[in-house]
Antibody
Framework: QVLLQESGPGLVKPSETLSLTCTAS????????WSWIRQSAGKGLEWIGR???????KYNPSLKTRVTMSVDKSRNRISLTLKSVTDADSAVYYC??????????????WGQGTLVTVSS | QSVLTQPPSVSAAPGQKVTISCSGS????????VSWYQQLPVAAPKLLIY???KRPSGIPDRFSGSKSGTSATLDIAGLQTGDEADYYC???????????FGGGTKLTVL
């Protein structure tokens, strides 16, 4: 079973860019879709978007203007950048292997998550 | 406020059965399959149910899902104290063009 590990700075200043990486081990990222999902403190889950290893992406419309996802096949990892962050972007960020196909949607497995705080 | 509506909390005694509901609309639950996730305290969500009523390897058959119209339910039978967690439903919304989740339901096993 593939294991996912998110990494990145735990603290980002307002208006700056958040950059996170998800490294997969125990399996290849090829031929799968990968999503980023976040969870604000004490709140529910928010899907940020997904990418596949051909560079095809789909983003949450509410975040679309600030989000970029990409993959590094040689390093078996998926990246997320979120521009112009505010306090509202403080959350635990998860990466997950995703099935989003027609009527089917599910996420499995998930990484352990990484906490990002936006503060000056 | 989440697109999918779940009760904030449910509770039941050990050994009993509990049902967690997830209400949506024709553009999400009404036209797509729902997946369910368990989030234990200080842990990442874990997939419980996907597609019609499939369980990943390792998920016991005490967990089952169903759908009727624009609502879905997760049933947990033979409750155990280890089932205490937050449970989330999720699906694709064809109108919003994004994945949507419920606000989560906190299960307490009394």
């Amino acid at each position: 079973q593939v294991l996912l590990q998110e990494s990145g700075p735990g603290l980002v200043k307002p208006s700056e860019t958040l950059s996170l990486t998800c490294t997969a081990s125990g399996g290849s990222i090829l031929s799968y879709k990968w999503s980023w999902i976040r969870q604000s403190a004490g709140k529910g889950l928010e899907w940020i978007g997904r990418t596949d290893t051909t560079g095809n992406t789909k983003y949450n419309p509410s975040l679309k203007t600030r989000v970029t996802m990409s993959v590094d096949k040689s390093r078996n990892r998926i990246s997320l950048t979120l521009k112009s962050v505010t306090d509202a972007d403080s959350a635990v960020y998860y990466c997950a292997r995703s099935t989003i196909l027609g009527v089917l949607t599910w996420f499995d497995p998930w990484g352990q998550g990484t906490l990002v705080t936006v503060s000056s | 406020q989440s697109v999918l509506t779940q009760p904030p909390s449910v509770s039941a005694a050990p050994g009993q059965k509990v049902t967690i509901s997830c209400s949506g609309s024709s553009s999400n639950i009404g036209s797509n399959y729902v997946s369910w996730y368990q989030q234990l305290p200080v842990a990442a969500p874990k997939l419980l149910i996907y597609e019609r009523n499939k369980r990943p390897s390792g998920i016991p058959d005490r967990f089952s899902g169903s759908k009727s119209g624009t609502s879905a339910t997760l049933d947990i039978a033979g409750l155990q104290t280890g089932d205490e967690a937050d449970y989330y439903c999720g699906t694709w919304d064809s109108s919003l063009n994004e994945v949507v989740f419920g606000g989560g339901t906190k299960l307490t096993v009394l």
